[in-house]
């Protein structure tokens, strides 16, 4: 195993050891539920917007196998504080990373790079998917909020 590859599963098992962004969603503007069928993972993501567009609060709660709680937690760390517009592409940069394994990670996925490697076991795909779906799911639940209500008889 590489350096590189020790550092990823390093991170990768900080994270599933002290998760960030679990606890108590009840507050949030909006919460998804996903569940991974085939394995039994489960989250429900929470998220509130700011007046700007930033997404100011982010957290989840749930059980799973330690891919889907560590991308759970590395995720919330990344998307607090990010517009919407910013959280959709890194959402889509997660997603193609995944799809495409070898190939090069956007630098600001962080410690998202870490599960680079995941995409050359397609059953843990969708566990390292698991919150990042949830989260797109809440952004499309706060876009059409923020959308207007049309005035149709």
């Known amino acids: 195993m590489s350096d590189l ?8 098992l900080d994270h599933s050891r002290r998760p960030e962004g679990r606890g108590d969603i009840s507050g949030f503007a909006v919460t ?3 569940l991974n069928p085939s394995c039994g993972d489960e989250i429900t993501l ?6 700007d567009g930033t997404i100011d609060a982010i957290g989840w709660e749930g059980q799973g196998c330690s ?3 560590a991308s759970a937690s590395i ?3 990344l998307l607090e504080g990010e517009h919407t517009e910013t959280a959709r592409e890194m959402i889509g940069e997660f997603r193609a990373m995944l799809r495409s394994p070898g190939a090069e990670p956007p630098e600001r996925l962080g410690d998202a790079a870490a599960f680079q490697g995941v995409a050359r076991y397609v ?3 969708k566990c390292a998917m698991l919150a990042w779906v949830a989260a797109e799911a809440c952004l499309l639940q706060l876009g059409a909020a923020d959308e207007p209500q049309s005035s149709q008889a």
């Open 5 to 12: 590859e020790n550092l990823y599963r390093e991170v990768l």
């Open 75 to 77: 995720m919330t760390g």
């Open 67 to 69: 891919i889907s709680t």
């Open 123 to 125: 059953m843990r795909v």
């Open 32 to 34: 998804h539920h996903e």
């Open 46 to 51: 929470g998220m509130s917007l700011a007046a």
